[in-house]
């Protein structure tokens, strides 16, 4: 008996991949052509199922992206009394904490798609006074800001869905001062590929393998994805950036759907289990960068 349930459940197994697969296949022929607004609608979607403040995992996340940025900013001797801007913002998961380093002396300007993540930014920023939160395109929010305005720019979890990401950077370069700093997420291409490899769409692998960007779920939502080579030859020959540091996120946990998720959730641990986590994620984050959920990139624009 025990023989012929696992013989009936391996043939499941074939079925439902295989109906995946065609399913793939239809779906990529009915979203052949790319669609920015339905890629756009599925983005702000996206910020009103999924919070990246209240979400369990999210706070962990949050600080481990912090202890780098903050780190950054102490050994790069970065003045807080500059004008600061995270694009693609959230729910204001950074662009807070910015706020806070800044005190009185700064000021941070944060933008997001989606008004519903606005809104919740808002909200948890209470009473800050040195933050303002813009609902609107990124593109063209940045057409509207002149040269060299902004002593650092953050971009944290939004190159990896954000359609021609090569000319926001461009113009995030251009509205940046020479000296500023950048600091922004990348999803790794191994990352992706785990992601398809768990979930069985196999159609997508030699597009992960082959190209940096597609739909490779399916739905018309539009993904980017890099090496840290690649990521390096970008911020140096393409930007004009002087790398200081790279590091993964995330490199032995994370959210649910995640492959990582399979070794752990921080959600899941005790406080001190977490602080533990967070050593062992930054110390291997620093040797296996393109292991993490993101690969975080800081530099500095050269004068």
């Excluded at 074939?14 to 890629?39: G, P, S, W």
């Excluded at 032995?252 to 899941?268: K, V, Y």
Aim: hydrophobic share 40%; aromatic share 10%.
């Amino acid at each position: 008996m025990q023989q012929v349930a696992i013989t009936l459940t391996t043939f499941t197994v074939k079925v439902l991949r295989y109906a995946l697969t065609q399913l793939m296949k239809l779906d990529a022929y009915l979203h052949k052509n790319f669609n920015i607004e339905v890629h756009n609608k599925k983005v702000i979607g996206s910020t009103q199922k999924y919070d990246m403040v209240a979400a369990a995992d999210e706070s962990y996340y949050a600080e481990q992206y912090w202890n780098r940025i903050k780190a950054f900013l102490k050994t790069e001797a970065i003045d807080s009394k500059g004008y600061f801007l995270d694009l693609g913002c959230g729910q204001g998961r950074m662009s807070i904490p910015l706020a806070k380093w800044c005190a009185s002396s700064g000021h941070v300007s944060a933008i997001d798609l989606s008004s519903h993540a606005i809104d919740q930014a808002r909200k948890y920023a209470g009473s800050l006074n040195n933050i303002d939160f813009k609902a609107i395109d990124l593109f063209e929010y940045l057409q509207t800001i002149p040269d060299h305005t902004f002593d650092g720019i953050i971009m944290l979890e939004v190159i990896f869905f954000l359609p021609n990401y090569e000319k926001a950077l461009a113009e995030a370069m251009r509205v940046l001062k020479p000296g500023g700093f950048f600091i922004g997420s990348f999803r790794p291409q191994y990352f992706n590929l785990l992601c398809c490899l768990q979930r069985g769409l196999w159609t997508s692998i030699d597009t992960i393998l082959k190209e940096r960007s597609g739909d490779i779920v399916g739905g018309g939502l539009r993904f980017n994805w890099h090496t840290v080579p690649e990521l390096k030859i970008m911020m140096e020959k393409d930007l004009n950036l002087s790398v200081k540091h790279i590091s993964g996120i995330g490199v032995c946990s994370g959210i649910p759907s995640d492959p990582h998720a399979q070794i752990i959730r921080p959600a899941l641990l005790t406080q001190k289990e977490q602080q533990d986590l967070m050593k062992a994620e930054q110390q291997m984050g620093e040797l296996l960068p393109e292991a993490g959920r993101y690969i975080l990139i800081a530099a500095r624009k050269e004068s």
